[in-house]
């Protein structure tokens, strides 16, 4: 075996890398699944309080969100599922867990005691905390791990 094989190359780590990929696409998928369909069970009021608890939208604003969000989640969560258009499926995905993030990260700096804000990722009731943290960072360090292989697996087949 050549000393000058790379990653893209190598037959085991090709498969090792399509296996991570589908695994973290189906993951993430499953998760943003799971987190429209907990947000549309319930009347769409409940998860704009959560949305307001935040402070940072206006009101009309508030009603978009809470209204159309579940549904963006459950499409991206069917498309990461389903694999189609990975780069952009996953980018997207890495986006709104950016966004998720920096604003729950804020906002649990300006007011770490404050048990007033809900988070509202998984439903109503869930307090923004140190382990919503946690898991939104998680969740985001596997979208970027999934747009970083989805733009290298490409390249491979390029």
Same mark, same amino acid.
Request: net charge positive; proline share 4%; with cysteine.
């Given at each position: 075996m050549?000393v000058s094989?790379t990653f893209a190359?190598?037959?085991?780590?090709v498969?090792?890398?399509?296996?991570a990929?589908?695994a973290?696409?189906?993951?993430?998928g499953?998760?943003?699944?799971?987190s429209?369909y907990a947000?549309?069970r319930?009347?769409?009021?409940?998860f704009?309080m959560?949305?307001?608890?935040?402070?940072?939208l206006?009101?009309?604003?508030?009603t978009?969100?809470a209204?159309?969000?579940p549904w963006?989640e459950?499409a *991206?969560?069917?498309i +990461?599922?389903s694999?189609? =258009?990975?780069?952009? /499926?996953?980018s997207?995905?890495? #986006?709104?867990? %950016?966004t998720? *993030?920096?604003?729950? +990260?804020?906002?649990?700096i =300006?007011?770490?005691h /404050?048990?007033?804000v809900t988070? #509202?990722?998984? %439903?109503a009731?869930e307090?923004?905390g140190?382990?919503?943290?946690?898991i939104d960072?998680s969740?985001?360090a596997v979208a970027?791990?999934l747009?970083?292989?989805?733009?290298?697996a490409a390249?491979?087949?390029?």
């Amino acid at each position: 075996m050549a000393v000058s094989a790379t990653f893209a190359t190598h037959p085991s780590r090709v498969n090792w890398l399509r296996w991570a990929l589908r695994a973290a696409r189906l993951i993430l998928g499953a998760i943003f699944v799971y987190s429209a369909y907990a947000k549309l069970r319930d009347p769409w009021m409940l998860f704009a309080m959560a949305v307001n608890s935040y402070q940072i939208l206006p009101e009309w604003a508030v009603t978009i969100v809470a209204r159309g969000l579940p549904w963006f989640e459950l499409a *991206l969560g069917l498309i +990461l599922v389903s694999g189609w =258009k990975l780069r952009w /499926s996953a980018s997207a995905a890495a #986006g709104l867990l %950016g966004t998720f *993030l920096t604003v729950n +990260l804020f906002t649990y700096i =300006k007011n770490p005691h /404050s048990g007033a804000v809900t988070c #509202g990722c998984f %439903g109503a009731g869930e307090k923004l905390g140190p382990l919503t943290l946690l898991i939104d960072g998680s969740m985001f360090a596997v979208a970027l791990a999934l747009v970083i292989g989805a733009f290298l697996a490409a390249r491979r087949r390029a």
